[in-house]
């Protein structure tokens, strides 16, 4: 069975750094064509892809976060970590991790949960 | 930077309609274009990856089609349990953008 599970601090105050871990298991990131990615999702408002991690530790992120974000793995332990600088109340959403995959080009495949995340002084 | 557009942003519909939402890329990305459904207070569920292939238990009555920058999510007979908010998602340069979403509701 593959699960996925997101951990991190509820609350967090404006201009410190979240840091979130995607927990995984049943599957390794050691594999070739697998990845792990965030994804976030504001109360009411649309899904905004952040960061994606491959095997081969290559990393991506959204253009428009690239200079808050950091993505990084540690294989052994089966998990992604994330970290965003200089939290804003807008950056106020449920953070999701999820398996990334390729088949015919790549997809998120599996998704954890969510935590929910609040930016409040 | 690819741009997603989706329409419509919602829509009404009765069960055991045909249901179809349009996904628009900025820039042609083939046919590297995945489809989400998202309901209340869970995590989004892949549906269709590539464009048109399904995703493994995912019911037959979903369909998408499209390559270039157009694409369309088809659902052949509504169902109680479709009502929810569909995504689009583009994985043409890296998997990236989704687009804003389309709430499909009861009419």
């Known amino acids: 069975q593959i699960t996925l599970k997101e951990s991190g601090p509820t609350l967090v105050k404006p201009t410190q750094t979240l840091t979130l871990t995607c927990t995984f298991s049943g599957f390794s990131l050691s594999t070739s064509g697998v990845g792990v990615g965030w994804i976030r999702q504001p109360p009411g408002k649309a899904l905004e892809w952040l960061a994606l991690?491959?095997?081969?530790?290559?990393?991506r992120y959204s253009p428009s976060l690239k200079s808050r974000l950091t993505i990084t793995k540690d294989t052994s332990k089966n998990q992604v970590v994330l970290t965003m600088t200089n939290m804003d109340p807008v950056d106020t959403a449920t953070y999701y991790c999820?398996?990334?995959?390729?088949?015919?080009?790549?997809?998120?495949?599996?998704w954890g949960r969510g935590t929910l995340v609040t930016v409040s002084s | 930077d690819i741009q997603m557009t989706q329409s419509p942003s919602s829509l009404s519909a009765s069960v055991g309609d045909r249901v179809t939402i349009t996904c628009r890329a900025s820039q042609s990305i083939s046919s590297y274009l995945n489809w989400y459904q998202q309901k209340p207070g869970k995590a989004p569920k892949l549906l269709i990856y590539a464009a048109s292939s399904l995703q493994s238990g995912v019911p037959s009555r979903f369909s998408g089609s499209g390559s270039g920058t157009d694409f369309t999510l088809t659902i052949s007979s509504l169902q109680p349990e479709d009502f929810a908010t569909y995504y689009c998602?583009?994985?043409?340069?890296?998997?990236?953008?989704f687009g804003q979403g389309t709430k499909v509701e009861i009419k």
């Open positions: 998602q583009q994985s043409y340069s890296t998997l990236g953008g």
């Open positions: 999820a398996r990334a995959t390729y088949g015919e080009g790549w997809y998120f495949d599996l």
């Open positions: 991690i491959y095997w081969d530790d290559d990393k």
